[in-house]
């Protein structure tokens, strides 16, 4: 009975399931490895200047301080500063057609007030010494160092909807790239240690060579750069309407009783539309309206007095009150988290009417706080900033490699991706994974989408392309 059991077409021995397996694994590191080639090529010019825009910002401080020290610096320090409605009434008899919408207050006796300004249509940034009152400089809010990285990072400099929404894109596929980039790295062999967690440098130039400075770094860096590309998320045009939603929903973003003036306010504007320096929990924070009708209005300097009474740390900014019932604004998007403040002051009575702190935020909050200050590496001063700046300079590295190891491997007259795996379920099976991921990431499942639709009724029908597209 053995012997014939054993002689069965259908019997599979320990040799037979050990190949099929291999065949099994080998189709899926296949797939695997195509999805990851096509989403490097496609991406990795976009994370390059994500990186290299990202790590200019990170020193935004200590370059901004350099390249505008004597606007941002005053001379000589004064014994006692001017009161900030003399400072505002000078400046616009000084510059006519001057219109100041917020005054950030700093932390240093050294520094200048920083008056956010439209002077005749054009936003500017004025910098004035709280001691004399003059201006020290004058910066198109739209030229500074940096807005023009800012907008790099999240516009690729051209602007728009479209720049934007291209920029969200490229940071989820890269979560991919790195998801797929750990499994195509995981070493089979459970004793390497060199091409897993070392380089091999013993041949320069070779395809090994660049595969190793492609592979080992990004292990490395891996945990990084999925931290530094989820916690940038939350300002994205799509996801980041999700997260904001997700966190109000579950009540994880600010309490209702942080809103004291009532329990579900009628206001349609959001503090981000009317105020300077705003924390992210507390763009989408309701306005509320003042009680119009005041005979007189509260003054800069009085308002600036209630920050200091409500304990606001400075650096802070007061937005002022847009038509007669709107309000003072408050709001310090602090370089220490737990420092974020967010007040609404009757213009008329000095009543707050919304005050909402670090300590009022949700669960899902703090951490997008926490997490937005380490993007910006201001969580944890020098060393954050040296961090990210390790982390931008290992995507650029990991990019240019990958260039250099498909060089090396692409064939003549073809785009040189790896082939379709054999096995269709393990095609199917990526194709589910790859699809619940776009569930999750809403530009990414679109994406995806069109993809399929082009392969399927443009390259697999047109002989040229389907020549350039196969292994």
Not at 155 to 160: A, F, N, R, T, Y
Request: with cysteine; hydrophobic share 45%; aromatic share 10%.
């Amino acid at each position: 009975m053995n012997t014939m059991t054993n002689s069965s077409p259908e019997a599979k021995t320990p040799d037979s399931r050990t190949s099929s397996n291999s065949k099994l694994f080998a189709a899926l590191y296949q797939s695997v490895w195509r999805w990851h080639f096509y989403a490097g090529v496609i991406f990795a010019p976009f994370l390059v200047i994500l990186a290299f825009s990202g790590s200019m910002y990170l020193f935004k401080p200590q370059i901004e301080g350099y390249l505008y020290k004597d606007m941002l610096t005053v001379r000589e320090v004064g014994t006692a500063a001017l009161p900030a409605d003399e400072i505002i009434a000078k400046t616009m008899r000084a510059y006519p057609g001057t219109t100041i919408s917020s005054i950030t207050f700093p932390d240093d006796p050294q520094s200048t007030l920083a008056l956010a300004a439209n002077r005749n249509g054009t936003s500017t940034i004025m910098y004035a010494d709280p001691y004399t009152g003059h201006i020290t400089g004058i910066l198109n809010s739209d030229e500074t160092f940096s807005a023009f990285f800012k907008k790099m990072h999240s516009e690729l400099v051209i602007g728009g909807t479209w720049a934007n929404r291209l920029v969200e894109l490229a940071a989820c596929w890269a979560i991919i790239l790195v998801l797929t980039g750990l499994y195509l790295w995981w070493p089979r062999n459970k004793s390497a240690i060199w091409g897993t967690i070392l380089p091999r440098f013993n041949k320069p130039g070779s395809r090994q060579f660049w595969r190793d400075l492609h592979a080992v770094p990004a292990f490395w860096l891996s945990i990084c750069i999925l931290i530094l590309i989820a916690t940038g998320l939350p300002w994205s045009g799509v996801l980041g309407g999700q997260i904001d939603r997700l966190a109000n929903a579950t009540n994880t973003n600010y309490p209702p009783y942080a809103l004291s003036f009532m329990a579900k306010p009628e206001s349609v504007t959001v503090t981000k539309d009317i105020a300077d320096n705003v924390p992210w929990a507390a763009e989408n924070l309701p306005v509320p309206k003042s009680a119009a009708g005041g005979y007189m209005t509260l003054s800069v300097q009085d308002i600036s007095a209630i920050a200091d009474k409500q304990q606001v740390t400075l650096p802070y900014t007061i937005s002022m009150p847009r038509g007669d019932t709107g309000v003072y604004t408050i709001s310090t998007s602090h370089t220490q988290p737990g420092d974020n403040a967010t007040l609404h002051v009757d213009p008329y009575s000095g009543a707050v009417l919304t005050d909402v702190r670090y300590t009022d935020y949700g669960l899902m909050a703090k951490a997008i706080t926490m997490g937005i200050a380490l993007h910006e590496g201001r969580l944890f001063g020098l060393a954050n900033q040296l961090l990210g700046l390790i982390t931008c300079i290992g995507v650029i590295l990991i990019a240019i490699s990958s260039y250099f190891m498909w060089r090396k491997r692409k064939p003549q007259g073809k785009l040189g991706a790896p082939g379709k795996a054999k096995d269709k379920r393990v095609t199917i099976g990526v194709l589910l994974i790859m699809l619940v991921l776009g569930a999750l990431m809403p530009l990414v499942g679109l994406s995806l989408i069109i993809v399929l639709l082009l392969d399927w009724l443009i390259i697999s029908r047109l002989r040229p392309l389907k020549h350039w597209f196969s292994a």
